[in-house]
């Protein structure tokens, strides 16, 4: 089984900083990628952010420039910096981790159950 958890939302004045934080656990025997995807209410779920096991990273036009990603030494883990944040960033941020799970011969994306970023105008 292999659980992801999320970890640094919250409430922000536009023009501001948050670090968000995402972490993947269990029996997993590698991780093809992780990404970032937030939905805002109304909306549907969109991709924000993405890096590869190599440290390839997309990003979403609408973030370009003012967001990072990045996987952490263990691997298992990723981090968004999101700089000059806008109103319009406000939604549930997800991490998911495209992995292939011990005793598994294909990859699974699993989702963790998002957090609140709020930026307030």
């Known amino acids: 089984q292999v659980q992801v958890v999320e970890s640094g939302g919250g409430l922000v004045q536009a023009g501001g900083s948050l670090r968000l934080s995402c972490a993947a656990s269990?029996?997993?025997?590698?991780?093809?990628?992780m990404a970032w995807f937030r939905q805002a209410p109304g909306n549907q779920r969109e991709l924000v952010a993405s890096?590869?096991?190599?440290?390839?990273?997309s990003y979403a036009e609408s973030v370009r420039g003012r967001f990072s990603i990045s996987r952490g030494n263990a691997k298992n883990t990723v981090a968004l910096q999101m700089n000059s944040l806008k109103p319009e960033d406000t939604g549930v941020y997800y991490c998911?981790?495209?992995?292939?799970?011990?005793?598994?011969?294909?990859?699974?994306?699993?989702w963790g159950q998002g957090t609140q970023v709020t930026v307030s105008s």
């Open positions: 998911n981790a495209d992995a292939i799970a011990e005793d598994y011969e294909w990859s699974y994306t699993y």
């Open positions: 269990g029996s997993i025997s590698s991780i093809n990628s």
């Open positions: 890096v590869t096991s190599d440290g390839s990273t």
